[in-house]
């Protein structure tokens, strides 16, 4: 019977001890991996659509909230800003529209002072490879760089694929949603920094 | 003198994936180039060492009979920690080691040298010998690693070796070429070491 009260007692104390200092680790380091998911998940993208800063665009990042999803949780909205001196002149937010094979992530670069796209790339997508996988060609994307966005963005006003209507259709929507939140959130976009 | 030999056997002696033959998995799926070889023989020499210290610390407080799970227990912790690590400062090496990474906890060097080792020698000797079979077994990885990239991908840590008008020999950093330098590895070693012993009989 001691026997086994020792061993309940031993094994709970090591577990409870490494429970302990285990979460202690996860908050310490919950940070920087956030930070270094960012880094090399989304500065690719950042950097494509964004130049002519001297800020860490992921370091600078903005949180807004903008809803919550069906779970209740809140779903925030990150803006990387592009400074220059200390004031934010561009961002670079994602937005999303459907395609052909499902979402359609677009990461859109914005001039804040000219209301203009600086560039977009093409963060996530599972369109039809040869086709509909065409958007994340230069030829593509770059047809969107000065667009303004004073006004919704049409399909004839960038190089749209032929073949791949939908896909077409799917950026041209994700970078419309961008700027949809670009003017309900512009005030706190330009704030944060 | 003891705790210098602990250290060193785990170069020779009883070095890891060569002589004893031991946690071969990671062995043959991390070692696509020196970089990752090294990267994943020091998140196991983290642990290993660290393991190897507590389960001494802790050898005569842990019953016999539960002293399996708890080794699990404290090597697992330690593997968490690695990983949680590697991904806040090494992100990229976290990818490519992936799932590898967890895995550390099953790797069969870690738990083989806390049951045979640390779990009946004070602190100084697990110690010597977790950094010995440790270092041991980084410097296997980043040779077998090496050997593949260098053949298989024509550069070494990311630095192009052979020019560019060499073909890679792709077949090397896949899955097969892991076997076929593992076992050529295994065969020099066993050579060297016939050699060796023959030359002190002799001598």
């Given at each position: 019977m001691?026997?086994?009260?020792?061993?309940?007692?031993?094994?709970?104390?090591?577990?409870?001890?490494s429970?302990l200092?285990l979460?202690?680790?996860?908050?310490?380091?919950?940070g920087?991996?956030?930070?270094?998911r960012l880094?090399n998940?989304?500065?690719?993208?950042v950097?494509?659509?964004?130049?002519?800063?001297?800020?860490?665009?992921?370091?600078?990042?903005i949180?807004?909230?903008?809803?919550?999803?069906?779970?209740g949780?809140?779903?925030?909205?990150?803006?990387?800003?592009?400074?220059?001196?200390?004031?934010t002149?561009?961002v670079?937010?994602?937005?999303?529209?459907s395609g052909?094979?499902g979402?359609i992530?677009?990461?859109?670069?914005?001039?804040?002072?000219?209301n203009?796209?600086?560039?977009?790339s093409?963060?996530?997508?599972?369109?039809?490879?040869g086709?509909?996988?065409?958007?994340?060609?230069?030829?593509?994307?770059?047809?969107?760089?000065?667009?303004s966005?004073?006004?919704?963005?049409?399909?004839?006003?960038?190089?749209?694929?032929?073949?791949?209507?939908?896909s077409t259709?799917?950026?041209?929507?994700?970078?419309?949603?961008?700027?949809?939140?670009?003017?309900?959130?512009?005030?706190?976009m330009?704030?944060?920094? | 003198?003891?705790?210098?030999?602990?250290?060193?056997?785990g170069?020779w002696?009883?070095?890891?994936?060569?002589?004893?033959?031991?946690?071969l998995?990671?062995?043959?799926?991390?070692?696509?180039?020196?970089e990752?070889?090294?990267?994943?023989?020091?998140?196991?020499t983290?642990?290993?060492v660290c393991?190897?210290?507590?389960?001494?610390l802790?050898?005569?407080?842990i019953?016999?009979?539960v002293?399996?799970?708890?080794?699990?227990?404290?090597i697992?912790?330690f593997?968490?920690?690695v990983?949680l690590?590697?991904?806040a400062?090494a992100y990229p090496?976290?990818?490519?080691?992936?799932?590898?990474?967890p895995l550390?906890?099953?790797?069969?060097?870690?738990l083989?040298?806390?049951?045979?080792?640390?779990?009946?020698?004070?602190l100084?000797?697990?110690?010597?010998?977790g950094?010995?079979?440790?270092?041991g077994?980084?410097?296997?990885?980043?040779v077998?690693?090496?050997?593949?990239?260098i053949i298989?991908?024509?550069?070494f840590l990311?630095?192009h070796?052979?020019?560019?008008?060499?073909?890679?020999f792709?077949?090397m950093?896949?899955?097969p070429?892991?076997?076929?330098?593992?076992?050529?590895?295994?065969?020099?070693?066993?050579?060297?070491?016939?050699?060796?012993?023959?030359?002190?009989?002799?001598a």
């Amino acid at each position: 019977m001691k026997d086994i009260i020792k061993m309940i007692v031993v094994l709970t104390l090591i577990c409870a001890a490494s429970g302990l200092t285990l979460a202690a680790v996860y908050d310490v380091t919950k940070g920087p991996i956030e930070y270094a998911r960012l880094k090399n998940v989304k500065e690719p993208a950042v950097k494509a659509v964004l130049s002519g800063y001297d800020n860490d665009p992921i370091k600078d990042r903005i949180q807004i909230p903008i809803g919550k999803d069906k779970k209740g949780k809140p779903v925030n909205l990150v803006v990387f800003p592009a400074k220059k001196g200390g004031k934010t002149f561009a961002v670079a937010f994602e937005g999303t529209g459907s395609g052909y094979g499902g979402n359609i992530g677009v990461m859109v670069g914005i001039n804040l002072a000219k209301n203009d796209i600086t560039g977009i790339s093409i963060v996530g997508h599972s369109e039809t490879p040869g086709l509909g996988a065409r958007i994340t060609e230069t030829q593509f994307t770059d047809s969107f760089k000065g667009k303004s966005l004073a006004k919704e963005l049409k399909t004839d006003q960038i190089n749209a694929i032929s073949g791949a209507t939908f896909s077409t259709k799917g950026s041209v929507e994700a970078v419309n949603q961008a700027r949809g939140l670009l003017e309900k959130y512009r005030d706190k976009m330009v704030q944060g920094g | 003198m003891s705790v210098v030999k602990e250290f060193t056997k785990g170069f020779w002696d009883i070095l890891p994936p060569f002589r004893l033959v031991l946690g071969l998995c990671p062995v043959l799926a991390v070692t696509t180039s020196a970089e990752n070889g090294a990267g994943m023989g020091l998140a196991t020499t983290f642990v290993l060492v660290c393991s190897n210290v507590l389960v001494s610390l802790l050898r005569k407080i842990i019953p016999s009979k539960v002293r399996i799970a708890a080794y699990i227990v404290i090597i697992a912790s330690f593997v968490v920690m690695v990983e949680l690590l590697m991904q806040a400062y090494a992100y990229p090496l976290y990818q490519a080691l992936g799932i590898f990474i967890p895995l550390i906890v099953v790797n069969c060097i870690i738990l083989g040298r806390a049951e045979a080792f640390a779990g009946k020698n004070g602190l100084a000797a697990s110690a010597a010998d977790g950094l010995g079979i440790g270092l041991g077994f980084t410097i296997s990885l980043f040779v077998l690693g090496g050997v593949r990239e260098i053949i298989g991908n024509g550069t070494f840590l990311g630095l192009h070796v052979l020019g560019t008008s060499y073909e890679p020999f792709v077949f090397m950093v896949r899955a097969p070429g892991a076997f076929v330098s593992l076992g050529v590895m295994l065969a020099l070693i066993n050579w060297i070491s016939a050699r060796l012993e023959a030359r002190g009989r002799k001598a």
